[in-house]
């Protein structure tokens, strides 16, 4: 399929996503959304495909969602189209998504990064939410994924004073895994995927999916679910060829069943 405002490509089994509206420092309009979901949707139905990559470009991840498009818009316009109901589609989507974070990932940019399983930033890359400058708060889960990544003070912090943040404090306060030279961010995001994707997969989307109910779960019931779906991968073959191969001091050879 053709793509106007993002590049794909497969690197092995990682899918990547370039967001491809340089002009506009990957501004996401609806239309630049809607080709990010259809790219992710086409890769988790993908049996070639195990994870996935976004990236942007080395000024800018995604510089917010798109401002013009904003213009005179009214509540009854959003309300009544759900504005920003597509950004909610990232989260249903089962194969691991890396963001590799070079630039400006701000507002709905640094949303769609905090979307995404992982995050990987160049030293160069710039965070924030700064919403509020416009009159409006986050609209993407900012105000809800950043409290859980970085705690409520620098979350207010951040919100409510709409200052950047640098890949380095990111990284400190535990948002981004790893601060990159502005130039291997990309590959190492591929070559995490490629790891990841060198697994037993189904293992692979129990473990996000598992992870992803602490977000939503009291501990203890977030405890039961991930005893549930541990005794569900004894269904497994690649269970016994995993602990197998261990016994044996050999290779896993994996079928993904
Ligand atoms: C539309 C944008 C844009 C955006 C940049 N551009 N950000 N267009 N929406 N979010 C456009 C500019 O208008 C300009 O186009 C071109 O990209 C280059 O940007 P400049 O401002 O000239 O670049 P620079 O001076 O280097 O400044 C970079 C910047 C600044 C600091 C990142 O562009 C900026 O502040 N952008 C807005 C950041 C922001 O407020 N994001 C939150 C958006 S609200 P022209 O045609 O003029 O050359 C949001 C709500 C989320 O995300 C709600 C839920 C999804």
Same mark, same amino acid.
């Given at each position: 399929k053709d793509y106007h405002d993002i590049l794909i490509e497969s690197h092995g089994k990682v899918g990547l996503i370039t967001l491809n509206r340089p002009k506009a420092l990957n501004a996401l309009s609806s239309h630049l959304f809607h080709e990010i979901n259809s790219a992710l949707e086409k890769y988790d139905e993908d049996p070639n495909i195990s994870t996935i990559v976004i990236t942007g470009n080395e000024r800018a %991840? =995604? =510089?917010? =969602?798109? #401002?013009?498009?904003?213009?005179?818009?009214?509540f009854a316009d959003v309300y009544k189209t759900a504005f920003?109901?597509?950004?909610?589609? #990232?989260?249903? #989507?089962r194969k691991p998504v890396i963001a590799a974070v070079n630039g400006f990932a701000l507002g709905g940019g640094c949303e769609l990064a905090m979307s995404c399983d992982i995050i990987y930033a160049g030293e160069k890359a710039v965070f924030g939410q700064p919403e509020i400058k416009l009159g409006i708060i986050p609209g993407a889960g900012g105000t809800q994924r950043l409290v859980r990544a970085i705690g409520k003070s620098k979350a207010m912090e951040i919100v409510l004073s709409g200052r950047n943040f640098t890949a380095k404090e990111a990284e400190q306060w535990g948002l981004v895994s790893k601060v990159l030279p502005v130039d291997k961010v990309l590959d190492e995001a591929i070559k995490l995927g490629q790891e990841i994707a060198s697994l037993s997969q189904p293992s692979i989307q129990a473990a996000k999916e598992s992870i992803n109910r602490a977000f939503e779960l009291s501990l203890k019931e977030g405890c039961h679910f991930e005893r549930k779906l541990f005794y569900s991968? %004894? =269904?497994?073959?690649d269970k016994e060829e995993g602990i197998d191969a261990f016994v044996k001091k050999r290779d896993p050879k994996w079928t993904d069943e």
């Open positions: %991840f =995604a =510089a917010g =969602a798109d #401002i013009k498009e904003m213009v005179g818009k009214s920003l109901g597509h950004w909610g589609k #990232i989260n249903d #989507i991968l %004894f =269904a497994l073959k």
